[in-house]
């Protein structure tokens, strides 16, 4: 139990709160469940709270005790019940950089021993497996052999001049599978030099952040540079907005990083990918991660946009300001309804558009949005950014 899981950053941001409330307004937990104590600015108070009582100073004045250990599990449940959106930190005035705290918060609530069960779960999956499914490792490249017509090295050389790093939900998910499965053909008929790492390849941290497990990252971290030092590539591609993230903002820059929409516009452009007319509204789902974390709003509709046939439509609330899907955070490991409520209020405001498919550039978007629109049965296609350029690809 410690104050050093924060910056000076951190602890004089905090102080910079003027309780505004504007954090809690838009914060798709809070809408979602009515309860206030998820927002953030309930957070900041919680914690600073919890800092002050621990320093030997204050106690010793005003004979503050720390939090007991029912009222560390309370708070420490509302920290958990959060999608890391971003939407508190884009919005407040002050500045403060709300994502960085609410990870060094978990990382402190991890050391003060007070988390979910949930969370020893996560750990485990990846010390024995290397992803965050406690799958065989060996196997993360398995669905080349659902592909119609893969070559026969699967994706799998020795040396290329990108790797595809594809990430744990579109290695194992079914779901999400067909999205390694779109982006390995595309990059193929567009005649792009790339790999895969297969079981080489282990996560690439972001749960552990997520999970305030930061402490494990370093290992994985270096055997994910050397394994694609091995492959000699010059570039390092992702579909995963998540990883994408960890390895332009955690790993030294030693490689290009680019996100799959970047790519894929460029070959677009250069009239790589040979395209045919689509006849579909679709409407566009910013990732929090790819759009309020990276910024990347304008090639995905670009990408879009270049699509023959496709009728495009903006979501009321997009760009910066779009709503979580719910699936972020580890949420859905954490409190599933919760999740899934956040999902339905997605799903209402694409419906609200009138398009018959919402495209997204995530995975992890996917899978919640799907697993949504498929348990209540809602006329919606759910489709990746790749698996639109897909069907639409000339064979
Ligand atoms: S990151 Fe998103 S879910 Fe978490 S507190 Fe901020 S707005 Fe709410
Ligand atoms: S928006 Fe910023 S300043 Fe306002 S209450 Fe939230 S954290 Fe504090």
């Given at each position: 139990?410690?104050?050093?899981?924060?910056?000076?950053?951190?602890?004089?941001?905090m102080?910079a709160?003027t309780?505004?409330?504007v954090?809690?307004?838009?914060?798709?937990?809070?809408?979602?469940?009515h309860?206030?104590?998820?927002s953030?600015?309930?957070?900041?108070?919680?914690l600073?709270?919890?800092?002050?009582?621990r320093t030997?100073?204050?106690?010793?004045?005003?004979?503050k005790?720390?939090?007991?250990?029912?009222?560390?599990?309370h708070?420490s449940?509302?920290?958990?019940?959060?999608?890391?959106?971003g939407n508190c930190?884009?919005?407040c005035p002050?500045?403060?950089?709300l994502?960085?705290l609410?990870l060094?918060?978990?990382?402190?609530l991890?050391?003060?021993?007070s988390?979910?069960?949930?969370?020893e779960?996560?750990?485990?999956?990846l010390?024995?497996?290397r992803?965050?499914?406690a799958?065989?490792n060996e196997?993360?490249?398995?669905?080349?052999?659902d592909m119609r017509?893969?070559?026969?090295h699967?994706?799998l050389?020795?040396k290329a001049?990108?790797?595809y790093?594809?990430?744990?939900?579109?290695s194992?998910?079914?779901?999400?599978?067909?999205?390694?499965?779109?982006?390995?053909?595309?990059?193929?008929?567009s005649?792009?030099d790339f790999?895969?790492m297969?079981?080489?390849?282990?996560?690439?941290?972001?749960?552990?952040?997520?999970?305030?497990?930061?402490?494990?990252?370093?290992?994985?971290?270096d055997?994910?540079?050397?394994a694609?030092?091995?492959?000699?590539?010059?570039e390092?591609?992702?579909?995963?907005?998540?990883?994408?993230?960890?390895?332009r903002?955690?790993y030294?820059h030693?490689y290009?990083?680019?996100?799959?929409?970047?790519?894929?516009i460029?070959?677009?452009?250069?009239?790589?990918?040979?395209?045919q007319?689509?006849?579909l509204?679709?409407?566009?789902?910013d990732?929090?991660?790819?759009?309020?974390g990276?910024r990347?709003?304008?090639e995905?509709?670009?990408?879009?946009?270049?699509?023959p046939?496709?009728?495009?439509?903006?979501?009321?609330?997009?760009?910066?300001?779009?709503?979580?899907?719910?699936?972020?955070?580890?949420?859905?490991?954490i409190?599933?309804?919760?999740?899934?409520?956040i999902?339905?209020?997605?799903?209402?405001e694409?419906?609200s558009?009138g398009?018959?498919?919402v495209?997204?550039?995530c995975?992890?978007?996917?899978?919640?949005?799907m697993?949504?629109v498929?348990?209540?049965k809602?006329?919606l296609?759910?489709?990746d950014?790749?698996?639109?350029?897909h069907?639409a690809?000339?064979?």
């Amino acid at each position: 139990m410690s104050n050093r899981d924060y910056s000076v950053r951190q602890i004089l941001e905090m102080e910079a709160c003027t309780n505004c409330q504007v954090c809690a307004d838009v914060c798709p937990a809070v809408s979602a469940s009515h309860d206030g104590e998820l927002s953030g600015v309930f957070r900041i108070k919680g914690l600073k709270q919890i800092l002050k009582s621990r320093t030997g100073l204050f106690r010793r004045l005003f004979g503050k005790k720390g939090p007991t250990e029912e009222q560390w599990k309370h708070y420490s449940d509302t920290v958990f019940r959060c999608t890391l959106c971003g939407n508190c930190q884009e919005i407040c005035p002050v500045g403060i950089h709300l994502k960085d705290l609410w990870l060094s918060l978990r990382q402190d609530l991890v050391h003060s021993k007070s988390y979910p069960k949930k969370i020893e779960m996560i750990r485990d999956n990846l010390e024995e497996s290397r992803n965050v499914f406690a799958e065989d490792n060996e196997e993360r490249a398995d669905w080349v052999e659902d592909m119609r017509d893969a070559p026969e090295h699967g994706y799998l050389k020795d040396k290329a001049e990108i790797v595809y790093f594809t990430g744990c939900v579109a290695s194992y998910f079914p779901l999400a599978q067909k999205i390694p499965m779109a982006l390995a053909e595309i990059l193929d008929v567009s005649g792009v030099d790339f790999t895969l790492m297969g079981e080489d390849e282990w996560c690439c941290g972001f749960p552990m952040l997520g999970a305030g497990l930061k402490d494990m990252f370093q290992e994985f971290m270096d055997h994910n540079l050397e394994a694609v030092s091995e492959k000699r590539a010059r570039e390092v591609v992702f579909a995963c907005p998540s990883c994408y993230q960890m390895w332009r903002e955690y790993y030294p820059h030693k490689y290009q990083i680019t996100h799959a929409t970047q790519f894929l516009i460029k070959l677009i452009q250069d009239k790589k990918v040979p395209l045919q007319e689509l006849p579909l509204k679709v409407t566009y789902h910013d990732p929090c991660d790819l759009g309020r974390g990276a910024r990347v709003f304008d090639e995905p509709r670009q990408v879009i946009r270049s699509i023959p046939g496709v009728e495009f439509v903006e979501l009321p609330q997009n760009r910066e300001d779009c709503q979580c899907c719910g699936g972020g955070g580890n949420l859905e490991m954490i409190d599933a309804n919760l999740s899934a409520e956040i999902a339905k209020r997605k799903i209402e405001e694409v419906l609200s558009t009138g398009a018959e498919a919402v495209v997204t550039s995530c995975q992890q978007c996917v899978r919640t949005m799907m697993t949504y629109v498929r348990r209540n049965k809602v006329p919606l296609d759910v489709l990746d950014i790749t698996q639109l350029i897909h069907r639409a690809l000339k064979h």
